[in-house]
């Protein structure tokens, strides 16, 4: 009934729940509730952040972002291994 990405989106999300935020299994509830992902302004804020952050520091390079490059590295390198 509708082409909103965002909105097919939702509706899946709350028919088959979140999966893994990292890993491969696709339906079900994780583990791990920090937030819920149908909270559409806390996930606008988040994303407001980071684009934030990135726009000032765009290589997580400075001092305050070391801990932060690493984690995103290893998440990437998790993701990229998984794939292969």
Known sequence: R????FALA?????????GEL???RQ???PTLRIASLLDAQM???TR???ETLLEADP???SAD?????AHVIRIAESVVDEVH
């Open 2 to 5: 509708t082409r909103d990405g």
């Open 10 to 18: 939702q509706a899946d999300l709350e028919l088959r729940g979140a």
């Open 22 to 24: 990292y890993g491969v």
């Open 27 to 29: 339906s079900g509830v």
């Open 43 to 45: 996930i606008d804020a």
């Open 48 to 50: 407001r952040e980071a």
């Open 59 to 61: 290589e997580l390079a």
């Open 65 to 69: 972002h070391r801990e932060l490059r």
